[in-house]
């Protein structure tokens, strides 16, 4: 499994960034981010809760703590034995304005992230006249 250093590296490498720009983002030096990458030193408590926001991770996930990366991860989980549910939700998640309902499922269980989706559809169908 992979762990810290290696997963903040991939998520810096996927956006392109250099590691002078992240540190200057998170409010480190390029020489502490660097420690990082290699697993000389981790980051406190803050600055990780700010690496998992601007990357949009779970803090579980950025310590290598779990295979899901982000709230959208687990929903996709619940979901992908109902086939209608399941396309309800590739449609959703790429709306910008349900991003903090996203978040809101952290402690919530498959079964209970189901029925969420299942009241967000039947009003998103009601509005939709169908």
């Known amino acids: 499994m992979d762990t810290f250093k290696d997963r ?4 810096r490498n996927e956006k392109n960034l250099t590691q002078e720009e992240l ?13 990082w990458e290699t697993g000389r030193r981790e ?18 996930w950025l310590m290598g703590n779990t295979d899901i990366r ?7 989980d619940a979901v992908s034995d109902d086939p209608e549910l399941a396309e309800f939700w590739n449609d959703l998640k790429q709306r ?16 209970a992230i ?12 009601e509005e939709s006249g169908e």
């Open 8 to 11: 903040l590296k991939q998520l």
């Open 23 to 35: 540190a200057k983002y998170i409010g480190t030096t390029r020489a502490t981010l660097a420690s």
């Open 43 to 60: 980051p406190d408590m803050e600055t990780l809760r700010k690496l998992s926001d601007y990357f949009n991770v779970t803090l579980d």
């Open 70 to 76: 982000n709230q959208a991860g687990e929903i996709t």
């Open 96 to 111: 910008e304005d349900l991003k903090l309902l996203f978040k809101q499922t952290r402690n919530l269980s498959p079964k």
């Open 114 to 125: 189901k029925q969420v989706m299942r009241i967000i559809k039947a009003i998103e169908d």
